[in-house]
């Protein structure tokens, strides 16, 4: 089976630059997460979906995030414009659904770094 | 204060040692936990999901959690050096839907 699929793995963008990551979760997944990892720290939710709702958005800073998933599959988060502060690690995660949260399954992640 | 608190390490142990990893969190409501590996440029990986306090065992691996003094542990036995990774815990209460992850703590198993 495969798991959950991010691209690209690795950006490097100019600040004030467009930049979007695009995740298909593990067939069958209906809840799909959007997380931020800082250097040393721990995953923190951005952005959590069941099916095509976004029902938790509290902590994705809608200034200049943004995030879909259309037909309740693949998932697309942008940052538009990059700010240096946004360097970090983006993984998305899904699982069977929110009360199998405790199984989610996180893809590789990208990493990206704003010069 | 943060609401869950790991040593930062880096741990470093010789291989076949026994390894304590151990988290703090101020939040009485939590009732889940959970223990992830994360390689080095990969993502977080599930370990261990406990609910509420108790030890649960699965190979060289055993997760405690103490409510009382809201601390919990992962003991991992027998250690090798591919266990090298850094390890995550992360916990939810009965109401929340999402976890809230530890800094996680970075261990080095030498041959």
């Known amino acids: 089976e495969a798991g959950v699929v991010q691209s690209p793995r690795y950006k490097i963008i100019e600040k004030k630059q467009p930049v979007a990551f695009w995740c298909n979760p593990i067939s069958g997944h209906n809840t799909l997460y959007w997380y931020r990892q800082n250097l040393g720290q721990g995953p923190e939710l951005l952005i959590r979906y069941e099916n095509e709702e976004a029902v938790d958005d509290s902590q994705l800073p809608k200034d200049r995030f943004s995030a879909e998933r259309l037909k309740g599959v693949d998932s697309t988060l942008k940052i538009q414009p990059a700010e240096l502060g946004d360097s970090a690690v983006y993984l998305c995660a899904s699982s069977l659904g929110v009360r199998h949260q405790e199984t989610q399954y996180f893809g590789p992640g990208t990493r990206l770094l704003v010069l | 204060q943060k609401e869950v608190e790991q040593d930062p390490g880096p741990l470093s142990v010789p291989e076949g040692a026994i390894v304590s990893l151990n988290c703090t969190y101020s939040?009485?409501?939590?009732?889940?936990f959970m223990w992830y590996r994360q390689y080095s440029r990969k993502g977080p990986e599930l370990l261990m999901y406990t609910y509420s306090s108790g030890n649960k065992e699965d190979g060289r691996f055993t997760a405690q959690v103490d409510k009382s003094s809201k601390y919990i542990s992962l003991f991992i036995r027998d250690s090798q050096p591919s266990d090298s990774a850094t390890y995550l815990c992360a916990m939810r209460d009965n109401y929340g839907q999402n976890f809230v992850f530890g800094p996680g703590t970075r261990l080095s198993v030498l041959p």
């Open positions: 939040n009485s409501a939590f009732q889940y």
